[in-house]
């Protein structure tokens, strides 16, 4: 093992592979890491394997790495969400001291930061919760990080974490301090919802080229590869177009053609459409992306209601050349949707836990380092930083212009899959929310004189101030109490 006679910057538990790339990510940096896993044998093979000759510090106990740390010890935990972190937590609390920083790096869920963040607090101990996004690379090379928890622990956190991050071209840190208790954990988890969305539309422009267009793995390939030099240059477009390029070696078939139609989640997409139930925000673009891979995951229902449901029976003559044009607009103005449900998400948040959240600060994050990268992530940041208290990023000037120009190819687009039959779940349910969020009037007002009859759950008119409530007598039978509560 490495020599212990220097103080190590920070420890680190669990060595993973996000564990082990961010250990020499930070190492790079000019730092000197602990670190520790519960199976022991971890600690050597990697101080002798990766971490062989660099300035790490291997420890075979908690209280080892506790007495290797400079004070205030900075501790990161790199491990599962859920109770691996709450057994974490509480082996540490024999091991350190009053004004050490506990960091939780993994994909919580953002009440169990909050939760923590309190717990800590108590026993004298800074808690912070953070996201961190770029997978294994992004881990090793500068991913995005958001912060949050106590405030007084940033400070002594800052420099380690704004080194290890991605950087945008001017050297600005995909990193800051994103507000309370679980707000950064929160940040995150919207940015793994976002990250559903996209990964969905590009997976429906797919579907449509190959199943509705007949176009090759190649073929497609070249056109993400166009995609990715224009509007939609992204880290997930990017790396789409590379998925096609590449072929098996037993079959030479594209590996793309080989890889069963089943998607896996870990839940945070799940979480995030359920924080918008929870906060009464409509995100039903997220969702949707969500109950498309539980769909997926039934392979065998599919695979035999193919054989006796029959979609339509017309062909439909389509322009390649022009319908891929359209589909490029209809993949970029239902991007836009997304993050606009993302960012409404998150300032309902805001409002409801009282964190002061920076979304322009946020978009710049995530220019760099994370699986949502992205080059117009610098418009929503240009949004807010023009006005700050933009209510929905479809009513910036640049994003209104550019829903606006591509509303008749997005419109086109969705209806040549409804005529090929071709399900577009996301793509469609952007231009619902768009055309929902434009209506200034929605049938609403049938649904809720619906409550009224048989619930008698009151309503408000349109002849009457808003904060005045009625209620009909529908039927004979009914009476005049009225319910209790009326929610919006």
């Known amino acids: 093992m490495a020599k212990k006679a220097k103080k190590a910057d920070i420890g680190l538990i669990g060595l993973a592979v996000m564990g082990e790339n961010l250990i020499l990510n930070a ?7 602990a670190c520790f896993n519960r199976t022991v044998e971890k600690v050597d093979a990697f101080v002798n394997g990766r971490g062989a000759g660099k ?3 291997g420890c075979r106990t908690l209280q080892e790495l506790a007495a290797s740390l400079k004070k205030p010890r900075r501790v990161m935990m790199m491990v599962k969400a859920g109770k691996a972190v709450d057994q974490t937590i509480e082996s540490l609390l024999p091991v350190l001291e009053k004004g050490d920083i506990v960091i939780d790096g993994g ?3 953002y009440p169990d930061t909050v939760r923590r963040t309190k717990y800590l607090a108590e026993k004298g101990l800074r808690f912070i919760g953070t996201g961190v996004s770029g997978g294994e690379e992004g881990a090793l090379k500068g991913p995005a990080i958001m912060p949050g928890g106590e405030i007084k622990a940033w400070p002594f956190v800052k420099d380690v974490f704004q080194d290890v991050a991605a950087k945008v071209d001017d050297g600005t840190p995909c990193c800051a301090w994103i507000g309370s208790d679980g707000a950064g954990h929160f940040v995150k988890m919207v940015h793994n919802g976002i990250e559903y969305g996209d990964m969905q539309l590009i997976c429906e422009a797919y579907d449509l080229m190959s199943r509705g267009l007949g176009m090759s793995a190649k073929e497609m390939q070249k056109v ?8 939609l240059d992204s880290y997930l477009i990017d790396i789409t177009a590379d998925i096609l390029s590449q072929t098996d070696e037993e079959t030479g078939k594209p590996i793309v053609d080989l890889i069963l139609d089943t998607a896996g989640q870990k839940g945070t997409g799940k979480w995030t459409s359920q924080a918008g139930l929870d906060l009464g925000i409509g995100i039903p673009q997220i969702a949707e992306a969500v109950f498309a891979r539980c769909l997926s995951a039934i392979k065998d229902e599919r695979v035999a209601a193919s054989k ?3 979609g339509p029976a017309a062909k439909v003559e389509v322009d390649r050349k022009l319908f891929v044009k359209q589909l490029e607009q209809a993949v970029y103005a239902s991007k836009i949707c997304s993050y606009a449900q993302g960012y409404q998400l998150m300032r309902a948040a805001a409002k409801e836990y009282k964190w002061d959240l920076h979304y322009g600060e946020i978009a710049l994050v995530w220019r760099q380092g994370c699986i949502i990268r992205a080059r117009f992530l610098g418009k929503i940041k240009e949004a807010f930083d023009a006005n700050p208290a933009l209510a929905n990023l479809l009513l910036d000037p640049y994003f209104k212009k550019v829903v606006a120009k591509a509303q008749d190819a ?3 687009v969705i209806k040549t ?3 090929l039959g ?3 779940p996301a793509m469609s349910t952007a231009l619902n929310y768009f055309d929902s969020y434009r209506s200034a009037r929605l049938p609403a007002n049938l649904l809720q004189a619906q409550r009224d009859y048989f619930g008698a759950h009151t309503y408000e008119r349109v002849d009457k101030p808003r904060g005045e409530f009625y209620h009909h007598i529908w039927t004979e039978s009914g009476g005049n109490t009225a319910a209790s509560t009326y929610t919006v």
């Open 422 to 424: 071709i399900p577009v």
């Open 410 to 412: 997005w419109r086109s």
């Open 55 to 57: 300035k790490i510090i």
């Open 417 to 419: 899959a409804i005529e």
């Open 107 to 109: 994909n919580s869920h």
């Open 27 to 33: 190492e790079s940096k000019g730092y000197t890491v």
């Open 224 to 231: 993400f590869a166009k995609w990715n030099a224009g509007d």
């Open 308 to 310: 006796v449901l029959k």
